[in-house]
């Protein structure tokens, strides 16, 4: 078992930046593959990256390709995703998720933390 928490959601002006973090607590979380997703009221959950366990591989989605930069730091056993150039259509409810392969489908994604709200002010 794998557990995730996120942090660092918030209400930002658009424009704005934001980093969300994810702390992972159980099993060894070198081992995997971190992903972010989104999902908006009324719309299904949309990957916007992912880092393989060495970091070494990043998948990013085309819709934040340029804006947001996932990473991590295997001694804290965290996972980051810097947001920049922020807008409203950003907003959402953001959550990390842990894989066994660099993927960006959901149902690849064994463990899920509760999500962190983001909300860009236009």
């Known amino acids: 078992q794998v557990q995730l928490v996120e942090s660092g959601g918030g209400l930002v002006q658009a424009g704005g930046s934001l980093r969300l973090s994810c702390a992972a607590s159980?099993?060894?979380?070198?081992?995997?593959?971190m992903g972010w997703f989104r999902q908006a009221p009324g719309k299904e959950r949309e990957f916007l990256a992912a880092i393989n366990w060495s970091g070494g591989r990043i998948r990013y989605a085309d819709s934040v390709k340029g804006r947001f930069t996932i990473s991590r730091d295997n001694a804290k056993n965290t996972v980051y995703l810097q947001m920049n150039s922020l807008k409203p259509e950003d907003t959402a409810v953001y959550y990390c998720?842990?894989?066994?392969?660099?993927?960006?489908?959901?149902?690849?994604?064994?463990?899920w933390g509760q999500g962190t709200r983001v909300t860009v002010s236009s």
């Open positions: 159980g099993r060894s979380f070198s081992i995997y593959t």
């Open positions: 998720a842990a894989a066994s392969n660099l993927s960006p489908s959901t149902t690849s994604y064994d463990y």
